[in-house]
């Protein structure tokens, strides 16, 4: 899945082997989408096929309607 792209890419990145301006150029794409209603219920629904890095980053990014 998508999600798992970035996941990738956001531990290659804190491991030293991805390059940060290819993670930051995908952002806006992972911020829309887990700012979703659909995709953010799935998100909070499924917390197990993702590292916890990867987790608290993704959560970093998303806009949530509530607090908006």
């Given amino acids: 899945s998508y999600f798992h792209v970035f996941d990738t890419m956001h531990y290659q990145t804190r ?18 989408l887990i700012s979703l209603p659909g995709i953010r219920s799935w998100w909070d629904e499924n917390p197990y096929g993702f590292s916890a ?16």
């Fill in 15 to 32: 491991t030293g082997v991805g390059e940060t301006k290819l993670l930051k150029a995908e952002e806006n794409g992972l911020r829309t």
């Fill in 53 to 68: 890095e990867f987790r608290a980053y993704a959560e970093s990014l998303a806009v949530r309607k509530d607090t908006a």
